[in-house]
C-alpha cells in the first residue's frame, strides 16, 4: 500500500457516521421500542449494505449515558450508540460474528453437556 494513497479501512471510516438511538423514557416498555427500532435500523443498514457496530458500553456507564443525555438536550434517553459506515470490502457479506457453541454454554446438574 502507498503511504500517499489510503487503504480502503481508512476511506471506510472516513465515511463511518455514528448515531445515538434514544427513548422517551428509560423504563422497560421504553427499552423495548429501542429495540423494535434498532431492529429496523440494523435491518435497513444490512439491505442497504451498510457495516454496523453497535457501541453499548458508552450507555452502560452512568457518567457517559448522562453526558449523551446532556448532548441530546434532554430530548431522549439513550439507549445505544451506533457505527455505521461501508465495509471493508463492500462486494462481499460481511463476517459472522465469533459464537460459543451450545455446547460450551450449557451443561446440566451433573456436569453434562
Known amino acids: 500500500m502507498s503511504p ?12 463511518a457516521r455514528y448515531a445515538v438511538l434514544f427513548a422517551d423514557g428509560d423504563d ?3 427499552w423495548l421500542t429501542a429495540g ?6 440494523l435491518l435497513t443498514a444490512t439491505t442497504d449494505r ?9 450507555v452502560e456507564v452512568p ?12 430530548i431522549g434517553h439513550p439507549t ?12 462481499q457479506p460481511a463476517p459472522g460474528a465469533p459464537r460459543r ?3 460450551a ?9
Open 50 to 58: 451498510l457495516a454496523t457496530s453497535p457501541m453499548s458500553d458508552i
Open 105 to 113: 454454554l450449557i451443561t446440566t446438574a451433573d456436569n453434562e453437556v
Open 63 to 74: 457518567a457517559t449515558r448522562h453526558l449523551l443525555y446532556d448532548l441530546l438536550g434532554h
Open 4 to 15: 500517499n494513497r489510503p487503504g480502503i479501512a481508512d476511506v471506510a471510516d472516513r465515511h
Open 28 to 30: 422497560a416498555r421504553s
Open 80 to 91: 445505544l450508540a451506533l457505527r455505521i459506515g461501508i465495509p471493508a470490502d463492500p462486494t
Open 36 to 41: 423494535e427500532a434498532l431492529s429496523a435500523v
Open 101 to 103: 457453541s451450545g455446547a
